[in-house]
């Protein structure tokens, strides 16, 4: 899937990015620098993490590792002195209950070694980053949206100022990324449906 990025300036001059071209022998173009997503945001599929959500996953992980090590070995040294040893009930569904949480350390091991950090920013140089505030007009309804945009795994809802999250690696996330107040973004959506957004204002998050 490719998101598409249209930034206009000037007098209507637009040139549209496709976030995933190739990055050999690229042509310069300074429209490209209202709509530069900083790296390595600007690859799709990539997991980005803020080093906070990165610290909540490594403490999930710490965590399970404990029930696996000291927990779940306790458990089944009892299970076994007891009743019919490593063939009754209790001891399998011990087990199962261990596969469990083996295949959950797996995981977050394993999201862990692919994703990229990425410190949050302030948006004071106006453009949209991972802890900015979007709002956008869409184009074809008319209607007005504020979003916030975040890492993957970020433990967060929408606040009281009606600000909703969206994914730094979502079709709009992917697309609001490095754009500036007046840019325009065209949207693929997995559905196949397009979205025209013009940014109206790029703020830091509520409450930072």
């Known amino acids: 899937m490719r998101t598409l990025i249209e930034t206009t300036a000037g007098r209507g001059d637009a040139s549209l990015i496709m976030s995933n071209a190739a990055a050999s022998n690229p042509v310069r173009d300074p429209l490209t620098d209202l709509a530069r997503p900083a790296p390595p945001s ?28 000291v927990v779940f070995a306790s458990r089944i040294r009892d299970a076994r002195s007891t009743g019919d040893g490593s063939s009754g009930d209790d001891y399998l569904q011990i087990r199962e209950e261990e596969l469990i949480v083996r295949a959950e350390v797996a995981r977050i091991e394993a999201l862990l ?3 990229v950090v990425v410190e949050q920013q302030d948006a004071h140089d ?30 967060s809802g929408a606040t009281a100022d009606a600000v ?16 500036a ?9 997995p559905s196949g449906r397009r979205r025209r957004l013009e940014v109206l204002e790029v703020s830091p998050a509520p409450g930072h």
């Open 42 to 69: 600007a690859s799709p599929g990539r997991i980005l993490l803020t080093p906070k959500t990165e610290l909540h996953l490594r403490a999930d992980l710490d965590r399970l590792r404990h029930e696996l090590e």
């Open 113 to 115: 070694a692919s994703a």
């Open 126 to 155: 106006g453009t949209a980053a991972i802890g900015s505030a979007v709002e956008v007009r869409d184009l074809d309804t008319e209607a007005t949206y504020r979003h916030l945009i975040t890492g993957d795994f970020d433990r």
């Open 164 to 179: 909703h999250p969206v994914s730094a690696s979502s079709p709009v996330g992917q697309a609001l990324l490095g754009l």
């Open 181 to 189: 107040e007046g840019s325009h973004a065209l949207v693929e959506l």
